[in-house]
């Protein structure tokens, strides 16, 4: 066995390759010298080689009996499909070639391991940081093309991830048009290891209603989750989750799957005949054509792939361990971020120096530190009808530009932070009357507005650089912090005037493209702002987005009981480092709804935390709970940013009470949420068992808001007894109501 210095071994014949990470072992086998097939993915194993496992007797195979070979492509579990030579199940990649033809033969031809990873041009990826990770790279070609595929594999082993990722190269003589180039598949069994039937665990909703959890039993043929509106939308996560039946956060498999995309998806699962399944996960192939030129190369968007044996809570472990580390980067990507106030939900459009200095002033006495200027400062945009894309200040709202009232703000000791939605245009502007081609639109024919404005075709360089001077411009004209990237429209209309008829179905592809170049740019030139995305919420609320911003604006909806619910689904997925979240007035103003202030900070604090309301119309009282709520935030924020996220109880599961918990990585520490959320007569104080503790440490519990000198000690006990026999949480009055716990070793 040659063990090579990382985590792929290969074997003796080199016709098996092993990836291993800390906790599982994925196989990748050559069947017959050809093709390249799926042998196992699941708890780690030991053997490097699994021909025993082989699903064809050797008579059946492709060299030996040509007379079934449309049998064997049809069953045989490919770690990579091709099209159109008998496999009917979902093909990874399609092309159509001079002659009109479209088969893809997928032909294995080799191997390398490189140490490392490669960036993917013009794309967002996971990185290795300590030397860690290695590459496996397995080209396939069709040789009657000369169409190639290299699949890349890098393992991170702490995090049990492996990610994948595909480049397609025309190596023939003529332009190939790629109608789909998924970005993995994967064939693999449809029954857990006991025997039961695999689930399909995705997240659905739509505005103010992101991230709702929906696990269904997978029937036969195609199912699953896409978006075609030119984003990744609200209505559904890329993410794919095959689950164990019962699927609890410590018990059953779970294999995850998130995609490293912000445009049109498709993470489709395939039940066939033999219940086997096949996991697609790729840019969506509607609206996708891409004119491959000889020698060109298309790279594919990464898939990042986790297995966990105990249950969802791993899973979101290990996601959480991978995009802190491997995925965010920046200045912000390890620190504590500003606490902001954003005047959004405070005003809306009717602001001007003196509201924003008011609300920054008593800001400032309750421990905020930036204020965060949203829609409405520039050119004439006092409603959303209007001046999407002509980046100047309104010098009626804010006479002496953003850079007198960061002047005001830094006297006070405050930061400025602003709003953009620059892939916007609104047809009132000096921006599209000077350049209507510019967004995307249909010559001669109507043009599709929402929120009365359109898209800008930002896949054209000439747009693109327009905006990054007109942003830079901005950030140049004063002392800017933070800026906060909004999207709030989906896309329709397609064409660009910058392409050629035949390469207009590019378009998508390359505006996702052209997102991320601008988002580079802007980091790259001004490396110091905390950049936060956000599409009409959490529309956009993707593992590529958190290439360019730590954090990303997780919903409108900031009902803090609301806000149980979005943030429990959207912390399955992405850390609690990442969620915009935000302490905001009450009654709602998108439910209605009023929660207590000090149960909304307890909700914000396991997000971002920050401020979205009037605070001068605030009491005195509420005043001084935000005090204490900005001194929590300074107390436990490198916990709630670094630690390992527990979910305790789901309110969504029992319709009663909601109970979360970060813990160090070290398990000297940890901090518990409980929320009392909805009462019932004969409530009675109950008992909760904590997790993520070490067994054989002895902990103190206390109430997480009492002054450090003196706080109120709950009990003293070992990990194994918090862990198994619980504690008693009170019986509290009244819905909404909530207490913090801080855990610590003795
Ligand atoms: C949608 C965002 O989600 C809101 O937070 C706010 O910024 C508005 N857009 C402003 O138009």
């Known amino acids: 066995m040659k063990i090579l210095p990382s985590n792929i071994t290969v074997s003796p014949k080199e016709d ?12 990748i086998g050559i069947e017959d010298g050809l093709y390249l097939g799926h042998f196992y993915y699941g708890p780690s194993i030991s053997d490097d080689s699994l021909s025993y496992r082989r699903k064809f007797s050797p008579w059946m195979t492709p060299t030996k009996n040509k007379r079934e070979l449309a049998i064997f492509m049809d069953g045989f579990s490919f770690e990579y499909p091709g099209w159109g030579r008998g496999d009917t199940r979902e093909g990874a990649l399609k092309a159509v070639f001079k002659d009109g033809t479209e088969r893809v033969d997928l032909i294995y031809q080799g191997y390398e391991i490189t140490s490392g990873k490669a960036p993917v041009p013009g794309l967002p990826s996971t990185f290795d940081t300590e030397g860690e990770v290695e590459t496996l790279r397995i080209d396939l070609k069709d040789p009657d093309t000369g169409l190639a595929v290299a699949l890349y594999y890098s393992a991170f082993a702490e995090c049990d991830v492996i990610a994948r990722r595909v480049e397609v190269v025309n190596g023939g003589s003529s332009d190939v048009v790629l109608q789909r180039v998924l970005s993995a598949s994967m064939d693999m069994p449809g029954r857990d290891r006991q025997g039961r039937a695999f689930e399909l665990m995705t997240f659905h909703g739509t505005w103010a209603r992101e991230f ?15 978006s075609i509106n030119g984003k990744t939308g609200n209505r559904t996560q890329s993410f794919l989750g095959i689950v164990s039946p019962g699927i609890t956060q410590e018990d059953g498999e779970v294999y995850g799957l998130q995609f490293l995309y912000s445009g049109n998806y498709s993470s489709m699962v395939e039940k066939v005949p033999s219940e086997d399944l096949r996991v697609s996960v790729g840019i969506h192939p509607e609206e996708f054509n891409w004119v491959l030129a000889p020698g060109e190369t298309f790279y594919a968007p990464e898939v990042v792939l986790t297995y966990s044996a105990s249950g969802l809570g791993k899973m ?18 390890d620190k504590k971020r500003p606490i902001l106030i954003n005047n959004w939900e405070a005003t809306y459009f009717d602001f ?15 421990g905020v530190e930036m204020l965060v200027v949203d829609d409405g400062w520039f050119g004439k945009r006092n409603d959303d009808n209007t001046s999407l894309g002509d980046w ?23 930061k400025l932070g602003v709003w953009f939605e620059p892939e916007m245009v609104s047809p009132d502007s000096d921006l599209y009357r000077a350049h209507p081609d510019w967004a995307i639109s249909i010559p001669g024919r109507d043009i599709t507005l929402s929120r009365n404005q359109l898209v800008l075709d930002v896949s054209r360089k000439d747009v693109r650089d327009y905006l990054i001077s007109a942003i830079s411009a901005i950030l140049n004209s004063a002392d800017i912090s933070y800026v906060k990237w909004d999207m709030n429209r989906h896309m329709a209309d397609l064409y660009s005037a910058d392409l050629p008829a035949e390469r207009q ?6 505006y996702v493209l052209g997102l991320y170049d601008l988002q580079e740019r802007l980091l790259t030139s001004f490396p110091h702002i905390l950049l936060e995305n956000c599409s009409s919420g959490g529309a956009r609320f993707d593992p590529g987005m958190l290439y360019y911003s730590p954090q990303i604006w997780t919903s409108d909806d900031t009902d803090a009981y609301e806000r149980i619910r979005i943030q429990e689904g959207a912390a399955t997925l992405y850390p609690l480092s990442s969620l915009g979240a935000h302490v905001s007035i009450c009654p709602n103003h998108v439910t209605g709804r009023t929660v207590p202030i000090r149960t909304r900070g307890h909700v914000a604090l396991a997000g971002t935390f920050g401020y979205e309301l009037d605070i001068t119309q605030l009491s005195k009282e509420d005043h001084e709970e935000m005090k204490k709520q900005t001194a929590l935030f300074h107390k436990y924020n490198d916990l709630v940013r670094n630690g390992d996220y527990y979910r305790i109880a789901s309110f969504r599961d029992n319709g009663f009470f909601d109970c979360y918990g970060v813990v160090s990585k070290d398990k000297s520490e940890m901090l518990m949420t409980f929320i009392h959320v909805m009462n019932r007569p004969c409530n009675q104080d109950r008992f909760i068992c904590l997790k993520g503790l070490d067994e054989k440490k002895r902990y103190r519990v206390t109430w997480a808001e009492d002054p450090e000198d003196q706080p109120e000690v709950v009990v003293e006990a070992y990990g194994s007894t918090l862990m198994n026999a619980g504690i008693i949480f009170p019986c509290l009055s009244g819905d909404f109501r909530s207490v913090l716990y801080y855990i610590s070793e003795i």
Not at 16 to 27: A, G, K, L, P, Q
Not at 397 to 409: F, R, T, V
Not at 505 to 510: A, D, Q
């Open 16 to 27: 098996f390759f092993r990836i291993d990470t800390e906790n599982t072992s994925y196989v």
């Open 212 to 226: 709702t959890r929906e696990i269904r039993p997978i029937g036969f043929g195609r199912t699953g989750v896409t």
């Open 316 to 333: 979101s472990r290990n996601f959480h361990d991978l995009f802190r580390k491997h995925l965010i980067r920046g200045a912000y990507r």
């Open 352 to 366: 001007d120096t003196e509201k924003l200095l008011a609300i920054a002033k008593q800001a400032k006495e309750c």
């Open 392 to 414: 100047t200040v309104n010098e009626e709202k804010l006479p002496g530009g953003l850079s007198g009232l960061s002047e005001k703000l830094k006297e006070m000791g405050m």
């Open 505 to 510: 179905g590019e378009l998508l592809h390359r």
